[in-house]
């Protein structure tokens, strides 16, 4: 059987002109991902690892080196200034144990340990409460030391270790009353070079000294406990008016709150502000 001829109108002429190109398309810029270094260039092809530029790693290393070692050496000094000022009172608690128990052998004065970071002194009704913070802190420009020359020489002395003592009525621990106040008495602020400043009420009566000259002894811890006794002993228990009695909860009488429940006066607390502030009848 013949084959059948294609019609040749049917098949394209050969040209021998070059092909039109093609449209050019817009090149896709490929994303970056993931950090990118401090001038904004990215640190690595996208989905790949990430490294940490070397910008970066010096910084950690320096606010490691600069921070955080001061940090550890004021700990190191509040510690040991607190296992100081433990010692300090158990020697005082002593001392005048002694010389009450030839007045009134029922008047007692006790040293009481509660953990590494927690002591109590109890005498007559008061509870004098030192507790030393983990932390280490500082505070706002215009607070206590900050503006002082000598911390500004240093950034190191910018951070504080701190002991705080409070003053609670000692039945207040002993029957658990939870609601019942304590007051701040004082606290002391610990650097790295052992200089201390010490804050507190005004019956403390602290000397207006630059931090610069406060050095940190034994002395100076036990007059520091010395002034917080006398300012709980001279802080007297006030009975509240009858007309704030008249009534009380279930609540108060289950969790074993006095009816006639008295509270302290509350301490004149001495800081620089120019206007003081009163809060619970503290004047802060």
């Known amino acids: 059987m013949p084959r059948t001829k294609l019609p040749t109108n049917l098949i394209p002429p050969a040209s021998d002109a070059e092909p039109t190109p093609l449209p050019e398309s817009t090149p896709v810029v490929e994303s970056s991902a993931g950090a990118t270094a401090t001038n904004n260039e990215p640190t690595a092809a996208p989905g790949a690892p990430t490294a940490a530029p070397a910008d970066r ?76 913070h983990s932390n280490i802190v500082t505070f706002a420009e215009d607070y206590g030391p900050m ?37 701040l008495v004082g606290r002391l602020l610990i650097n790295i070079e052992n200089h201390y400043y010490l804050e507190g009420v005004q019956q403390l009566e602290l000397p207006d000294n630059d931090m610069a000259d406060n050095l940190l002894t034994p002395d100076m811890l036990r007059l520091f406990v010395e002034s917080a006794m006398i300012a709980a002993v001279n802080n007297d228990l006030i009975a509240p008016p009858m007309q704030d009695i008249q009534k009380i909860s279930v609540k108060q009488k289950l969790e074993n709150q006095q009816v006639s429940r008295g509270s302290k006066v509350g301490f004149s607390f001495y800081t620089e502000q120019k206007h003081p502030v009163s809060i619970d009848g503290l004047t802060y």
């Open 57 to 132: 790693l010096d910084q950690i290393f320096e606010g490691l080196k600069q921070k955080s070692i001061a940090k550890q050496a004021i700990f190191r000094n509040t510690l040991e200034a607190f296992a100081l000022l433990r010692q300090v009172s158990q020697e005082l608690v002593v001392e005048l144990s002694r010389k009450l128990s030839l007045l009134d052998s029922s008047v007692l004065i006790e040293y009481r340990p509660v953990n590494d970071m927690e002591f109590h002194i109890k005498f007559s009704g008061d509870l004098l409460v030192f507790v030393m």
């Open 147 to 183: 503006g002082s020359k000598y911390v500004e020489q240093d950034f190191r002395r910018r951070f504080f270790g701190h002991i705080m003592a409070y003053n609670f009525m000692a039945d207040s621990i002993k029957y658990q009353r939870l609601n019942d106040p304590g007051y």
